[in-house]
């Protein structure tokens, strides 16, 4: 690993500059050109897709942490009154069970299938409704994206709530506070560090997927004009550029992968540290 991180920045230092930030991807046989858009893109459907995967992956495991009614998912707020709709409304159609085991399946299928899927579900139907319009665009991969983010939101937050001490609960209720100031007030302060590190564990993985945003972004050379347009990304950037017989192309996707290699290990550190104050 040391030899091949030591290969990415000697072969990446060299279009490490201000150009490689600001500027779009170079045509062929051109000086100059950068990841500006690329950057940008990765950022847009990074956040795009953690806006609703780590909400609903936090809502889950606060179900069958806390109101499960099956013993052996948890459920230590079951049975009590007054329970929180919106949560109860999110599992009460599946269950404990049905939650983890949907977890886990999501999380062991390939990133690719994943691509497939949210081709067949967003990309197909908008390029029909728009009679070819728009097709690919940022939407579908943060949809793609969000997808490979929940199972890892939903198993660390799970995680981190059975952490809580159980005295806390008890001790909450019997001041009187409801089940929502409990888990509001209560658990979800308590285990907040826990769950920031995954979801910065999240990020990292998703950062550099490539397979389900090809089938979902693809790529652009320009910037989007929207969120529905085409959208450029870096690790799309890195496979389209890694193709090319040309030497410019070539050499940015050599400082793209040094940037998202640098991205990935800002946010691992991070985790880290918010793992070492918990």
């Not at 920045?9 to 490689?20: E, I, T, W």
């Not at 950037?237 to 030497?247: D, G, V």
């Given at each position: 690993m040391?030899?091949?991180?030591?290969?990415?920045?000697?072969?990446?230092?060299?279009?490490?500059?201000?150009?490689?930030?600001?500027?779009?991807?170079?045509?062929?046989?051109?000086?100059?050109?950068?990841?500006?858009?690329a950057?940008v893109?990765?950022?847009?459907?990074?956040?795009?897709?953690?806006?609703?995967?780590?909400?609903?992956?936090?809502?889950?495991?606060?179900?069958?942490?806390?109101?499960?009614?099956?013993p052996?998912?948890?459920?230590?707020?079951?049975?009590?009154?007054?329970?929180?709709?919106?949560?109860?409304?999110?599992?009460?159609?599946?269950?404990?069970?049905?939650?983890?085991v949907?977890a886990?399946?999501?999380?062991?299928?390939?990133?690719?299938?994943?691509?497939?899927?949210?081709?067949?579900?967003?990309?197909?139907?908008?390029?029909?409704?728009?009679?070819?319009r728009?097709?690919?665009?940022?939407?579908a991969?943060?949809?793609?994206?969000?997808?490979?983010?929940?199972?890892?939101?939903?198993?660390?937050s799970?995680?981190?709530?059975?952490?809580?001490?159980?005295?806390?609960?008890?001790?909450?209720?019997?001041v009187?506070?409801?089940?929502?100031?409990?888990?509001?007030?209560?658990?979800?302060?308590?285990?907040?560090?826990?769950?920031?590190?995954?979801?910065?564990?999240?990020?990292?993985?998703?950062?550099?997927?490539?397979?389900?945003?090809?089938?979902t972004?693809?790529?652009?050379?320009?910037?989007a004009?929207?969120v529905?347009?085409?959208?450029?990304?870096?690790?799309?950037?890195?496979?389209?550029?890694?193709?090319?017989?040309?030497?410019?192309?070539?050499?940015?996707?050599?400082?793209?992968?040094?940037?998202?290699?640098?991205?990935?290990?800002?946010a691992?550190?991070?985790?880290?540290?918010?793992?070492?104050?918990?």
């Amino acid at each position: 690993m040391v030899s091949l991180l030591f290969y990415v920045v000697r072969q990446g230092l060299s279009r490490f500059d201000l150009a490689a930030f600001t500027q779009l991807p170079p045509p062929p046989h051109s000086e100059g050109g950068g990841f500006a858009n690329a950057l940008v893109g990765t950022i847009v459907m990074v956040t795009m897709a953690m806006v609703w995967s780590v909400p609903l992956g936090v809502a889950a495991a606060v179900y069958v942490a806390e109101f499960d009614s099956d013993p052996d998912q948890g459920g230590r707020l079951a049975g009590q009154e007054g329970a929180m709709g919106a949560v109860n409304l999110l599992g009460q159609g599946i269950g404990g069970r049905g939650i983890k085991v949907a977890a886990n399946v999501l999380y062991s299928v390939p990133s690719i299938l994943t691509g497939v899927f949210v081709y067949g579900l967003i990309v197909l139907p908008t390029a029909q409704l728009t009679q070819g319009r728009f097709s690919f665009s940022a939407v579908a991969g943060a949809v793609a994206l969000g997808i490979v983010m929940l199972p890892v939101v939903f198993r660390t937050s799970l995680a981190s709530l059975h952490q809580v001490p159980e005295d806390l609960r008890w001790a909450a209720l019997a001041v009187g506070a409801t089940e929502a100031q409990v888990v509001l007030g209560v658990l979800l302060p308590a285990a907040l560090p826990s769950i920031a590190v995954g979801i910065f564990l999240a990020v990292t993985r998703v950062m550099g997927e490539t397979a389900p945003l090809i089938f979902t972004a693809l790529f652009n050379q320009y910037w989007a004009r929207s969120v529905w347009d085409r959208t450029a990304s870096l690790a799309v950037l890195i496979y389209e550029f890694s193709r090319s017989p040309f030497a410019n192309q070539q050499q940015l996707a050599w400082t793209t992968a040094l940037i998202l290699c640098l991205l990935v290990t800002i946010a691992n550190l991070v985790a880290k540290l918010l793992s070492q104050r918990d």
